[in-house]
């Protein structure tokens, strides 16, 4: 298929379906691209507003290089369309990630900027939306567009990498609706579906929207010598290192079940001179060899001096927490052993309902799976995360509605999925 052969089909499609006067077409052989499905795409994205429009942040690509994938790079211009459009647009596609999008247009010839629509529900259309631009044939005349995220290679030249882990080339990807994020979100999510990494992102997504944060995601171990895990603190360094002033860890299977802000929790804490805010564990036993006096799923922290020593040391200073069971986990267990003082004058261990609530699909605020790896875990949770996120989109912070709709689903769908919580 030539490059115009494609724009022409695209923009039959989406005019004879938008109502739009017909636009004269030279090819008139019949491509493999589905007229409905663009038409289903582009009106969905160009004519309706997303629910959790998002946007890369600058410079959350690239660890280790200072490059993307290739030798040419992308920055989000804004939540932007081209009025345009018809004229730039090369190709259309649905692909699911923006990095999918970012892939096409590097492999496409003359493809110098894109349109992607990130979350599911932009008007009924599904996450993956794709738009390919060439401007060489014209400037881009943007317009504000709540569905579509704009992508330029020109707007790339300046944008800084994070620092790189030692261990790693892996990326991470950063997203917010806000300017200026005020709390970054951080998860690792390594080895799980599709349907489970859609299911996260919209999840964190409705809680970064409602406050002003932003999320980001490592999708590859930061430690290959060691378990997935430990990553879980390399990814804090990089952030930190990257001068993220503040930063709430969430396991990859924890998620929102309410949308509340986490000064709710913590922000006395921090008020009263602490550097990061833990949470207990589920202990029905104290007296178990398995007790632990914090768990690590959740935990909420400011970028200090101190914190960034503390990650360095309990990565660095314990190898018999190496290979245990709670890995990270264990590392902090075994500084606050051995340094109580210090630990106890920079952090905080406040119970774990709500903020981190431990081996559960219910909560008044998040959820957390927990119980290590084990097969067909995050099979068994995407159910809860895709129909929680639902009823969030729903009813918002409305919490006695949230409340009552997730008791209504999880009695539904106990009649379909096994229920090992």
């Known amino acids: 298929m030539t490059h115009e052969t494609a724009r022409c089909e695209a923009i039959a499609a989406l005019s004879s379906e938008s109502q739009e006067p017909n636009v004269p077409c030279e090819h008139g052989a019949v491509t493999n691209i589905s007229r409905w499905a663009l038409a289903i795409l582009a009106l969905a994205s160009y004519g309706l507003v997303a629910a959790v429009p998002w946007r890369e942040v600058a410079g959350a690509r690239g660890l280790g290089t200072g490059r993307l994938l290739g030798d040419r790079r992308f920055e989000l211009v804004g939540h932007k369309g081209c009025s345009n459009w018809k004229e730039l647009t090369i190709e259309m596609h649905s692909v699911g990630s923006v990095e999918a999008c970012r892939q096409l247009c590097r492999g496409v010839e003359g493809c110098s900027s894109f349109n992607h629509a990130f979350i599911s529900g932009c008007g009924g259309a599904t996450a993956g939306a794709c738009l390919l631009f060439n401007n060489s044939v014209g400037e881009c005349q943007h317009e504000e567009k709540g569905c579509w995220d704009l992508y330029s290679e020109e707007a790339s030249t300046s944008v800084p990498a994070l620092a790189a882990p030692a261990q790693t080339e892996a990326t991470?990807?950063?997203?917010?609706?806000?300017?200026?994020?005020?709390?970054t979100i951080v998860t690792v999510a390594v080895?799980?579906?599709?349907?489970?990494?859609d299911a996260l992102r919209e999840?964190?997504?409705?809680?970064?929207?409602?406050?002003?944060?932003?999320?980001?995601?490592?999708?590859?171990?930061?430690?290959?010598k060691r378990d997935l895990a430990w990553s879980k603190i390399k990814s804090l360094q990089a952030l930190?290192?990257?001068?993220?002033?503040?930063?709430v860890w969430m396991d990859a299977d924890a998620f929102f079940v309410r949308l509340r802000r986490f000064d709710e929790f913590t922000k006395a804490y921090f008020d009263a001179g602490k550097d990061?805010?833990?949470?207990?564990?589920?202990?029905?036993?104290?007296?178990?060899?398995?007790?632990?006096?914090?768990?690590t799923g959740v935990m909420d922290m400011v970028n200090t001096e101190w914190t960034r020593g503390f990650w360095e040391s309990c990565y660095n200073d314990f190898p018999?927490?190496?290979?245990?069971?709670?890995?990270?986990?264990?590392?902090?267990?075994?500084?606050?052993?051995r340094r109580l003082e210090e630990f106890d004058a920079h952090a905080a261990i406040i119970p774990h309902e709500p903020l981190n609530s431990v081996e559960s699909v219910t909560s008044d605020f998040i959820a957390h799976r927990a119980a290590g790896h084990f097969e067909n875990k995050y099979v068994e949770i995407v159910p809860y995360v895709l129909q929680v996120n639902r009823v969030m989109r729903e009813a918002g912070s409305d919490a006695s509605l949230v409340a009552s709709k997730f008791r209504l689903l999880l009695n539904a769908m106990s009649d379909k999925f096994k229920v090992i919580f």
């Open 172 to 183: 991470v990807e950063c997203f917010s609706r806000s300017a200026s994020p005020v709390l």
């Open 191 to 197: 080895g799980m579906s599709a349907e489970f990494i």
């Open 203 to 224: 999840n964190r997504a409705l809680e970064a929207n409602a406050f002003g944060y932003e999320y980001c995601e490592f999708t590859h171990s930061l430690d290959p």
């Open 240 to 247: 930190l290192a990257r001068g993220r002033k503040r930063l």
């Open 276 to 295: 990061i805010v833990f949470t207990d564990d589920k202990n029905d036993d104290n007296e178990s060899a398995f007790f632990s006096p914090v768990n």
């Open 320 to 337: 018999e927490a190496i290979n245990h069971r709670y890995w990270d986990q264990e590392a902090v267990i075994l500084f606050r052993e």
